[in-house]
């Protein structure tokens, strides 16, 4: 008896095709996970935490001091964002409790939301949640430009606008111009923005800029981010946004009555890694951008027609040109036929349509891993096409 709110949302694609992984035996390219632990030192700081005595009940609700000061100092150094450590930083647990409490929090029923689709699937399930509907605002294959005509059309009446960069599923790290263009509509009809930028730190082409540190723009953003991807915990779901105490506020007050307050190792270790940010995600960008070069080049020699993405932890291929029609058909057939899993990308469009021949693959896994998935598309051949 699921809530109708919820019933048009099913089982997310992410569970469907790690749950048909695990039972092919196939090489999981779907889920984004990195498939090597991150840094054994920011693990080790888990283990110290818990031994200490200090770290094992809940935490503040907004999160351990050390890590909301780690949080604002991280604003600071890295982007000249003043935030207080106080009253402008929540932690959460990872940035999808992040988003869902941001739109119980700060929307009233009836609100809309701009959103740009393809959208990361939490976005539209947690606006239903709050009663609240989506505009869309659709980046079309193969560039996925952000098209700023059809953003000021969405924007009139609207309470709030939701921007992910650098962007899953497309890769795409939005452009200085692109960015200044979302902020002038912003700030023209007054919206409430979030950005979900939890891949910041894996911009591989261009640089990853904060929407936050346009101008009119610090006031009216909340910045929601993640220790899964700048270090690859997924699974540790440490997440945080920052931003005008108005906001957090409103984020916190949802928050509570979520999951109230947890993790505090975790957070703890994140708050000595988040410290020292830059010495831990340099090797690790460089990792995954040579895993998104390899990955890229696979693609296309197996004849695929590739986006390549500037940031994140996708791809995208057009299987049109493979006579494909049905991307999510093709999805499904892939890991019998070629033993190799990856995400139809209609799945983040709220027009399947749009992105219907298009399939996401993740690139943040072994090398070996990406080749052996490679080697496997290339031997499948037509059989894959199906
Ligand atoms: N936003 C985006 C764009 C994501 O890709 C993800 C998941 N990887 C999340 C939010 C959720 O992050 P977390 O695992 O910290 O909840
Ligand atoms: N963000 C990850 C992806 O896009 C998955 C997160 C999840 O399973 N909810 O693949």
Redesign the pocket.
């Known amino acids: 008896m699921t809530a109708s709110r919820l019933r048009p949302f099913g089982t997310?694609i992410?569970?469907e095709m790690s749950a048909l992984a695990a039972r092919t035996g196939a090489i999981n390219l779907?889920?984004?996970?990195p498939d090597t632990d991150g840094p054994a030192q920011i693990m080790a700081a888990v283990e110290t935490a818990m031994r200490g005595g200090q770290a094992n009940q809940y935490a503040p609700i907004a999160g351990v001091p050390e890590l909301c000061a780690a949080i604002a100092e991280h604003q600071r150094r890295h982007y000249g964002l003043e935030v207080d450590p106080h009253d402008g930083v929540q932690v959460t647990f990872g940035a999808?409790e992040a988003i869902a409490a941001t739109m119980l929090g700060l929307l009233e029923p009836g609100d809309e939301v701009v959103v740009i689709e393809p959208f990361?699937d939490?976005y539209a399930a947690t606006i239903a949640l709050a009663g609240a509907t989506r505009r869309l605002v659709t980046l079309r294959p193969p560039d996925f430009a952000l098209d700023l005509d059809a953003l000021a059309a969405a924007a009139p009446g609207a309470r709030m606008l939701v921007l992910n960069s650098p962007h899953?599923?497309t890769g795409r790290v939005l452009t200085r111009d692109e960015l200044d263009g979302v902020a002038r509509v912003c700030v023209e009809h007054d919206l409430v923005t979030v950005t979900d930028e939890v891949y910041e730190h894996l911009a591989y082409d261009g640089e990853h800029i904060p929407l936050a540190t346009l101008p009119g723009m610090a006031q009216r953003t909340l910045t929601i981010s993640s220790a899964a991807k700048s270090f690859s915990f997924t699974g540790w779901k440490v997440g945080w946004c920052s931003g005008p105490p108005q906001l957090v506020a409103g984020v916190r007050a949802a928050k509570q009555f979520l999951s109230y307050s947890g993790g505090t190792p975790l957070q703890v270790a994140v708050a000595g890694a988040l410290a020292d940010a830059e010495r831990h995600v340099a090797p690790l960008r460089e990792a995954v951008r040579a895993g998104r070069d390899r990955l890229c080049e696979g693609l296309l020699a197996a004849g695929l027609h590739v986006s390549v993405p500037q940031g994140g932890y996708f791809a995208n291929a057009d299987v049109a040109a493979l006579g494909v029609t049905d991307a999510r058909e093709w999805c499904r057939a892939l890991p019998d036929r070629a033993g190799v899993v990856a995400?139809p990308t209609s799945a983040f469009y709220g027009h399947p349509e749009v992105g219907r021949t298009l399939v996401r693959f993740?690139f943040c896994k072994r090398p070996e891993v990406i080749d052996e998935a490679v080697d496997r598309l290339l031997r499948a051949g037509a059989a894959a096409v199906g």
């Open positions: 997310t992410f569970s779907g889920q984004g996970f999808t990361y939490s899953n599923p995400i993740a």
